[in-house]
């Protein structure tokens, strides 16, 4: 089973500051993506196939990596940003989820 | 607009079974795939099982190998989640998920199944 390990586990950014999200693979996988669930609600789809964004994401957000490295980055945090974003594969059965990285507005 | 919508979920014994469905509407239900994610507050988020867009192909999680069946009616726009044998350790919310590829397009609103005594 690949392993998914997020970092950081939390973090808290101001409005303006670029925020970036990191996901390791145990094993190299093709292709990352990415999710956002607020409270109460559930997963969005945010980022596909690494570096697209899915319908309705703001073009401040973008993802990159290949191999064992993925990233995802926020140019200038906004206040709805705040969310907890989480990455998944399906390069190799079983499909994975990273366990998550909490984004706080200072 | 594409909507899933779960139901099914409640209150069980541990041994016990339940069925969750997903009704789902706004696309072309038959050409695609479709899948069962659930979540926990410690173990976060976990693939269930997949079902293929005419239903012969299925996959699992091996924690839930042979107790857990995924079906789908495609005359009815619905797919199952059948659970027997059913344990502490999945008590979870579960998420109803059309699949894009390798990964989850959409996603419903989660139904929560409480396995206790």
């Known amino acids: 089973e690949i392993v998914l390990t997020q970092s950081p586990t939390t973090i808290a950014a101001s409005p303006g500051e670029k925020v970036t999200i990191t996901c390791r693979a145990s094993?190299?996988?093709?292709?990352m993506y990415w999710y956002q669930q607020k409270p109460g609600a559930s997963p969005k789809p945010w980022i596909y196939?690494?570096?697209k964004l899915a319908s309705g994401v703001p073009n401040r957000f973008s993802g990159s990596g290949s191999g064992t490295s993925y990233s995802l980055t926020i140019n200038t945090m906004e206040t709805e940003d705040a969310a907890t974003y989480y990455c998944?594969?399906?390069?190799?059965?079983?499909?994975?989820f990273g366990s998550g990285t909490k984004l706080e507005i200072k | 607009e594409v909507q899933l919508v779960e139901s099914g979920g409640g209150l069980v014994q541990p041994g016990r079974s339940l069925k969750l469905s997903c009704a789902a509407s706004g696309f072309t239900f038959s050409n695609y795939g479709m899948a069962w994610v659930r979540q926990t507050p410690t173990k976060g988020l976990e693939w269930v099982a997949s079902i293929s867009t005419g239903g012969g192909n299925t996959y699992y999680r091996d924690s839930v190998k042979g107790r857990f069946t995924i079906s789908r009616d495609n005359a009815k726009n619905t797919q199952y989640l059948q659970m027997d044998s059913l344990r502490s350790e999945d008590t979870a919310t579960y998420y109803c998920a059309r699949l894009r590829g390798h990964w989850f397009a959409y996603w419903g609103q989660g139904t929560l199944v409480t396995v206790s005594s």
């Open positions: 998944q594969q399906w390069s190799s059965t079983p499909l994975t």
């Open positions: 094993s190299s996988v093709s292709y």
């Open positions: 196939d690494t570096s």
